[in-house]
């Protein structure tokens, strides 16, 4: 897995308008051949706007040529 942390600053004015997700994303699944997995908050304010956040990455899966069966239950 790969962590890319975004910082985001605290304006307790307006909220924040944020697009340097979509640039990172972007990078790392079609020039880095990473998938997107989610994201996690780090760090909250005092009003509870997020102000830090990991993007999270992981490489896919080398085809192994076989894939597990989920277990079933009867």
Same mark, same amino acid.
């Given at each position: 897995?790969?962590?890319?942390?975004?910082?985001?600053?605290?304006?307790?004015?307006?909220?924040?308008?944020?697009?340097?997700?979509?640039?990172?994303?972007?990078?790392?699944?079609? *020039? #880095?051949?990473? @998938?997107?997995? /989610?994201?996690?908050?780090?760090?909250?304010?005092? !009003?509870?706007?997020?102000?830090?956040?990991?993007?999270?990455? *992981? #490489?896919?899966? @080398?085809?192994? /040529?076989?894939?597990?069966?989920?277990?079933?239950? !009867?």
């Amino acid at each position: 897995m790969e962590f890319v942390r975004l910082k985001y600053a605290n304006n307790k004015l307006i909220n924040a308008d944020i697009r340097e997700h979509q640039d990172i994303i972007n990078e790392y699944v079609e *020039k #880095k051949g990473y @998938e997107y997995v /989610g994201f996690i908050p780090t760090l909250f304010g005092p !009003s509870g706007k997020m102000l830090e956040i990991d993007l999270i990455f *992981k #490489k896919p899966e @080398e085809d192994s /040529g076989a894939k597990s069966e989920p277990n079933k239950k !009867s």
